[in-house]
């Protein structure tokens, strides 16, 4: 998707430098046309920091729904008993590992470049789709 959005950026400096030429072609430097990638490179990176931060925010709230689901299997595991408060014990604790594993891919996630965005991005939504999917798991169980 970066690689994507470097090479439409790329292509439209291009394309409008060669829809707009300058009125005296002799009067663009290599200089001019340094600027001008220089500037499409600086929005590239601004949109690139921008997205990471709203992707982090909301895996951050993500993860607080999935604690505030987790205290609530946890609440009504201190109310069963027996095989079920095992059971209930059981999937909390795998949930908590899972939970974990996608709280520290997000971590990654803050902390990618650029270069390792895609991969990050990737590991984190992976990450929460296994947590996702097992607390759904659990849930019906209980049910």
């Known amino acids: ?22 009125p005296v072609i002799g009067k663009t430097t290599s200089t001019d046309v ?17 997205q990471k931060h709203k992707a982090v ?42 939970q974990a594993n996608a709280s520290k891919k997000l971590d990654e996630l803050e902390k990618s470049s650029a270069s390792t965005w895609d991969t990050a991005k990737d590991g984190f939504a992976e990450a929460y789709k296994d947590l996702h999917d097992a607390y759904k798991e659990a849930n019906k169980k209980f049910e």
């Open 34 to 50: 340094s600027e001008k990638a220089h500037d499409t490179w600086e929005t590239f990176k601004a949109y690139v920091i921008d």
């Open 57 to 98: 925010e909301h895996g951050k709230e993500l993860l607080k729904k999935s604690d505030t689901k987790i205290e609530e299997m946890e609440s009504k595991a201190a109310k069963a008993s027996g095989d079920t408060k095992a059971q209930y014990q059981e999937s909390i604790k795998k949930l908590k590992k899972m």
């Open 1 to 22: 998707m970066v690689r994507s959005i470097i090479l439409i950026l790329v292509i439209g400096t291009m394309i409008s430098m060669f829809a707009y030429p300058t």
